[in-house]
């Protein structure tokens, strides 16, 4: 039956796996995975860990088609499913375990982060394997052995706080609790194994804690985000939790996940003796159960501390522990309708929404709502998206880091300048060929601040220089999340001439549209640009 529920979450995974392109930090992906390996290990190279990062330069070639690059987050997710029914089956039964696999395989939101190029199905993978490590050894405490059990849990740990800082909301709370296990029901020989592994968790830890001091030294970090209000973060658990949050409107879906939520703790408490006997007999396994769902709260208050993470994809391990807390009600209930409802429910979420969410749009696709600003100028009717550009054309780029999503899409458009504002200067970066696998490198290293280059071990960035660029029959301008000084800036470059609304993608509630405008100039004229050397 595991590995039935297993196949099928791995077909969800690979159904629509190659349908978008990839969105910005996908394509960063990309970007950052040509840096050095101990630097992304060691270094502040970005704001999320290097392990993820490492992993796709060992196993995803550079000319990779979609599914293989996001393919590290389908294995992962994939794998959460057996790893959520160990968790289950250890912490409450063998029948939890199969329904708690069940809904990890048809949760909406981890089958699609289950196809994101990222770190984050990663992260729940093993955070879900520490924590099944963490149940098998302390069944071990008292009686000997355990080892195995132990050295896995140690491993995951370092590795899940390796991967995103969200880890730490598991790791911070979960090695106290290994600690508490240990020295309350181990034996002394187990006591001893477990200082062992503590010392070498700790040693395991240090690089990506130095990591961490470094990047807050920088002001790194997601300090782009603003801390979500309780009615936002109510909104963010209702989508990302309930699987049918993200289908109805806002207010409603928030009464929704209180309502569902209130129905499972008065179903718990209605079993209150149950309850207090099995937190009695498995304490680890009630506490496991309470970190995960109580993750996504910890981040939100993390951000009114330190700085503000809490977004849909950094609560995933709240999923994980609402899936479980539903496994336990069930387990108490002892009704074939629980389970079939829970299943049910998130079926149906999941065959309304898809497998894979709206994200940002490489290139245009149909007219709607943008959040970004337009550029000025004389407008006509929008005209049909073009399928390509043509030699005598150019590609503006207004905010750099949508440069490299563009570019993967665009691989295949040969002989048109790439031109991109980057620290107010308007930069070529196509001079290494579209097909080349050097450009990410490229494009990665103009970008680092003085700060940056320093811990970096780089003493300046790349050269630039000063050239022309022949005049053009046409600019195509890549707008999105273009800022006034960034249109005045490209509009200063581009002169006079007409604008066209040649494409417009539409925008979801985390990411801004994109439009698309045809410049056609007055006249002929050179502009002045800077060229990125080697």
């Not at 396994?285 to 981040?299: E, M, Q, R, Y």
Request: with cysteine; hydrophobic share 50%; glycine share 8%.
């Amino acid at each position: 039956m595991l590995a039935a529920i297993t196949l099928c979450g791995l077909a969800l995974r690979l159904c629509e796996a190659a349908t978008q392109p990839l969105w910005t930090d996908e394509a960063l992906t990309l970007v950052l995975a040509k840096w050095p390996t101990l630097d992304l290990l060691l270094r502040p190279v970005d704001p999320t860990a290097g392990l993820y990062y490492v992993l796709h330069q060992l196993f995803v070639p550079d000319e990779a088609g979609l599914v293989a690059i996001r393919g590290i987050s389908i294995v992962a997710g994939t794998l959460s499913i057996p790893g959520i029914y160990a968790v289950a089956r250890l912490g409450i039964g063998r029948s939890s375990g199969l329904l708690a696999a069940a809904l990890l395989a048809i949760s909406p939101v981890l089958v699609d982060y289950s196809q994101e190029a990222r770190a984050y199905a990663l992260q729940l993978f093993l955070v879900l394997v520490s924590a099944a490590a963490l149940l098998g050894w302390t069944r071990r405490l008292g009686k000997g052995g355990g080892t195995g059990a132990l050295m896995l849990f140690a491993c995951s740990t370092v590795l899940a706080f390796s991967t995103h800082l969200s880890g730490s909301f598991w790791v911070v709370p979960a090695v106290p609790l290994s600690a508490w296990a240990a020295f309350r029901y181990g034996t002394p020989a187990q006591r001893r194994t477990y200082l062992i592994a503590l010392a070498a968790m700790a040693g395991g830890a240090l690089p990506e804690l130095i990591r961490l001091v470094w990047r807050a030294y920088l002001g790194g970090g997601f300090v782009w985000l603003d801390q979500a209000g309780t009615a936002a973060a109510l909104a963010t658990w209702s989508e990302t939790l309930l699987p049918i949050g993200g289908l109805i409107a806002t207010p409603l879906a928030q009464l929704l996940f209180l309502a569902v939520l209130l129905l499972l703790i008065w179903r718990l408490y209605a079993h209150r003796e149950g309850l207090r006997a099995w937190m009695t007999e498995s304490p680890v396994a009630a506490a496991v159960i309470g970190i995960l769902l109580f993750a996504p709260l910890l981040v939100w208050l993390f951000g009114f501390v330190v700085v503000p993470i809490f977004m849909p994809r950094t609560i995933l391990m709240g999923v994980a522990g609402f899936i479980l807390l539903i496994c336990l009600v069930d387990r108490f209930e002892k009704r074939p309708f629980v389970r079939a409802a829970a299943v049910l429910a998130f079926a149906l979420a999941l065959s309304s929404s898809g497998t894979v969410r709206v994200k940002e749009a490489a290139a245009p696709r149909r007219p709607g709502r943008s959040t970004g600003n337009r550029l000025p100028g004389e407008c006509r009717s929008p005209a049909p998206p073009a399928r390509s550009a043509r030699p005598g054309d150019v590609i503006l780029h207004c905010a750099s880091w949508k440069y490299p999503p563009f570019r993967h899409a665009v691989r295949q458009i040969e002989g048109v300048p790439n031109v991109v504002l980057l620290d107010w200067r308007m930069v070529r970066f196509d001079d290494f060929g579209l097909s080349g696998s050097d450009w990410e490198r490229t494009y990665f290293r103009s970008m680092l601040e003085p700060p940056m280059r320093y811990l970096m071990g780089q003493k300046t960035r790349l050269p630039i220089r000063e050239t022309t660029l022949e005049p053009f029959q046409r600019a195509w301008v890549v707008e999105s999340e273009c800022g006034e000084e960034g249109q005045a800036r490209s509009r200063e470059w581009l002169g006079r001439g007409r604008y066209t609304l040649a494409g417009l993608s539409s925008s979801t509630p985390h990411h801004s549209g994109i439009r698309v405008w045809l410049f056609e100039p007055d006249g002929a004229a050179t502009r002045r640009v800077y060229s990125v050397t080697n």
